[in-house]
């Protein structure tokens, strides 16, 4: 995959997050963590990642994030044509990278 397409892989424009919120269905929903899919506005998948203030500190909300985008880049998700909406909850923090990885890949199925 070329870099300037993995760069673009959670950049989005104003009017593609309204597209996303219009047209999102849910995948999967938890305590954790709501997961929605809504059709791809490229030629890939893209991933908007919503962490509110009340979930920890900046430092725990940055490694949240990167741990999803690292997911979503390395298993090559991107490739389903899907966006994905990822509002996170506070006891997303509790949740390790495995367990992370186990529902991306869960909720695509």
Do not use: H
Not at 80 to 109: A, R
């Amino acid at each position: 995959m070329p870099k300037t397409v993995a760069a673009l892989l959670s950049k989005f424009k104003y009017k593609e997050i309204q597209q996303i919120f219009k047209k999102a269905r849910y995948s999967y929903s938890s305590q954790a963590l709501d997961i929605k899919l809504s059709p791809a506005t490229a030629n890939f998948g893209k991933l908007l990642i919503i962490i509110p203030k009340k979930v920890g500190n900046a430092p725990e909300r940055n490694l949240i994030k990167r741990r999803l985008k690292s997911i979503f880049y390395e298993n090559q998700i991107y490739n389903y044509l899907y966006n994905f909406l990822i509002y996170c909850k506070p006891s997303i923090l509790q949740l390790n990278y495995k367990e992370l990885k186990e529902i991306m890949l869960n909720s695509i199925s």
